[in-house]
């Protein structure tokens, strides 16, 4: 299964980005997650979805991010509101059953 992640953008703080991320077959009952890695840091977790829609969050984006899955179309997306200069990364897809990466798509918050 590969991953293709969309959305991202240059937005001003305060605004809003969907990301999505399509797989390119089935993600069964894997967890599945976005992480991001911003310039010079090391690559982080931001949030996790299992198969019973169970979701955990970065403390730093809890209430203000929410990660939604679609199993029978194969996409998870993360809904990103309020969103801060700080949140700039390159933000990747991740199918945990396979330990598979997308190639990442960029988020820059910046006025």
């Known amino acids: 299964v590969q991953l293709v992640e969309g959305g991202g953008g240059l937005v001003q703080p305060g605004e809003s980005l969907t990301l999505t991320c399509i797989a390119s077959?089935?993600?069964?009952?894997?967890?599945m997650g976005w992480y991001r890695q911003a310039p010079g840091k090391q690559r982080e977790f931001v949030a996790r979805?299992?198969?019973?829609?169970?979701?955990d969050y970065l403390e730093s984006v809890n209430g203000r991010f929410t990660i939604a899955r679609n199993d029978a179309q194969n996409t998870i997306n993360l809904n990103m509101n309020r969103l801060k200069p700080n949140d700039t990364a390159l933000y990747y897809c991740?199918?945990?059953?396979?330990?598979?990466w997308g190639q990442g798509t960029q988020v820059t918050v910046s006025s």
């Open positions: 991740h199918l945990a059953v396979e330990d598979t």
């Open positions: 077959g089935s993600i069964g009952t894997s967890d």
């Open positions: 979805i299992d198969s019973n829609l169970r979701a």
